[in-house]
C-alpha cells in the first residue's frame, strides 16, 4: 500500500472521529522522518476545511496548583453538556530529559476513559519551537475529529506559557490560595498573558483565603493594560475537587469568545496566530537543514567552535552560518 493512500485513508478514518486515527494522525506529524513530515503536511491540509470551530483554551499555572484535576472536572462537565473534548499538552522540560507527562492520564482517570474525550501528551523531544509547532498541527486535527472544546495545558514554566497563549484564544491561569507569593505571577508575566485567573482550592479552610487571593490578584489587574479593549480579566474562585464554581467558569470562557467574535478581536487574533505559526515552521525548516546536510553541519560546527573560541564574533558567525543556507 503506498504512503499517499495510507494517508488518504487515516484522513478518512480521522473524519469519523475515531481515536485511534487520531492517535495515529498525530505520531505521523511528530516523527522527524523526512517523508513522514511530508505526509503529515499534506494530511493537515487536506483537514484544513474541517478545523477552526473549536474552542481553544489555554490552561497554565504553578505544579501543585491542580492543573491535571481542574481539566479532569472541566472537562467531564462539559461532556455531560454534550461537547466533545481534547487534552493536548506542551511540556518544553521533556524536550531536555526525553521524559514524559503520560502520568496525567492518570490524573484525569475520569476523563480519559470517556470515549468523548482525547489525551495526548507533548512530544518527548525536540525544542519548545518544535513541540508548540507539533501541538498546533495536533490541535488542528482533533478538531477534525470532531472535537469542539481543545484544552492546551503547559507543563512548563517561562517561554511555554507565551507558546500556549499564541495559539490559543483563551488562555486560563490558575493560581493557588494563601501560597504567600499571591502576586508572584505578574513578576513573571503569566497575569498579563492571562485572559482569566482561577484561584483552586476554594473550598473548607481554603474558601477565606482563596477569595483572599482573588481580591490581591483582582487589584493588581487594574493596574495593567488588559490584551483586548474589549476584555478586562476576571478573577474567580473554584474546586476542582468539588466542583464547585467549573460551571461559572466555563461560563466566563463563553463569555470571552462572544464578546471577542461581536469585536472582531477574535478573527484578528486567529489570524495573527496563523502568522506566528508560519515563522515558527519556517524557523523550523532552517534549523532541520543545518541538521541534515553534513556539509554545512561541519562548517557549522567550525564557526560554534571559532566563537567558542573568541575568534570570531557572533554577529559575524550568524552572517556566516546565514551564507550557508543561501547557497
Keep these: 500500500m503506498t504512503a499517499i493512500v495510507e494517508t488518504g485513508r487515516l484522513a478518512s478514518e480521522l473524519r469519523t472521529g475515531s481515536r485511534a486515527a487520531l492517535a495515529r494522525a498525530i505520531t505521523l506529524i511528530e516523527s522527524r522522518r523526512a517523508d513522514h513530515q511530508a505526509q503529515a503536511r ?10 477552526g470551530k473549536a474552542i481553544r483554551v489555554g490552561i497554565t499555572g504553578s505544579p501543585g496548583v491542580g492543573k491535571s484535576t481542574t481539566i479532569d472536572a ?3 462537565a462539559l461532556i455531560g453538556k454534550d461537547h466533545k473534548v481534547a487534552v493536548l499538552a506542551v511540556d518544553p522540560s521533556s524536550a531536555r530529559t526525553g521524559g514524559s507527562i503520560l502520568g496525567d492520564k492518570t490524573r484525569m482517570a475520569r476523563l480519559s476513559a470517556e470515549d468523548n474525550a482525547f489525551i495526548r501528551p507533548s512530544p518527548s ?9 507539533k501541538t498546533r498541527e495536533a490541535m488542528l486535527l482533533c478538531e477534525a ?19 500556549v497563549c499564541d495559539m ?25 498573558l492571562a485572559d482569566m485567573i482561577a484561584v ?29 479593549a474589549h476584555w478586562f480579566p476576571p478573577v ?4 476542582a475537587l468539588t466542583g464547585d464554581g467549573i460551571d461559572a467558569l466555563w461560563e466566563k470562557i463563553l463569555a470571552h469568545r462572544t464578546a471577542m467574535m461581536a469585536s472582531g478581536d477574535f478573527d484578528a487574533r486567529r489570524r495573527e496566530q496563523q502568522v506566528k505559526w508560519m515563522w515558527t515552521m519556517f524557523e523550523d525548516r532552517l534549523k532541520a537543514r543545518l ?19 573568541g575568534r570570531m564574533t557572533p554577529a559575524i558567525a550568524a552572517d556566516s552560518v546565514a551564507t550557508l543556507l543561501e547557497r
Excluded: C, W
Aim: proline residues 3%; negative net charge; hydrophobic residues 45%.
Design 168 to 192: 490559543t484564544d483563551f488562555f486560563l491561569a490558575l493560581m493557588l490560595p494563601g501560597a504567600g507569593d499571591e502576586l508572584q505571577g505578574i513578576k513573571k508575566g503569566l497575569v498579563e
Design 200 to 228: 483552586n482550592k476554594a473550598d473548607g479552610d481554603n474558601l477565606k483565603r482563596a477569595k483572599a487571593a482573588a481580591a490581591e490578584y483582582n487589584a493588581a489587574l487594574h493596574i495593567l493594560a488588559p490584551r483586548s
Design 125 to 133: 523531544s525536540g525544542t519548545l519551537g518544535g513541540v508548540a509547532a
Design 291 to 309: 541538521r541534515s546536510d553534513p556539509a554545512i553541519r561541519a562548517k557549522v560546527k567550525q564557526i560554534e567552535t571559532a566563537v567558542a573560541d
Design 42 to 51: 499534506g494530511l493537515v491540509q487536506e483537514l484544513l476545511p474541517l478545523t
Design 145 to 163: 475529529a470532531g472535537f469542539d472544546v481543545v484544552l492546551v495545558e503547559t507543563v512548563g514554566i517561562g517561554q511555554s506559557e507565551t507558546a
Design 236 to 239: 474567580v474562585t473554584y474546586s
Design 74 to 76: 472541566l472537562g467531564m
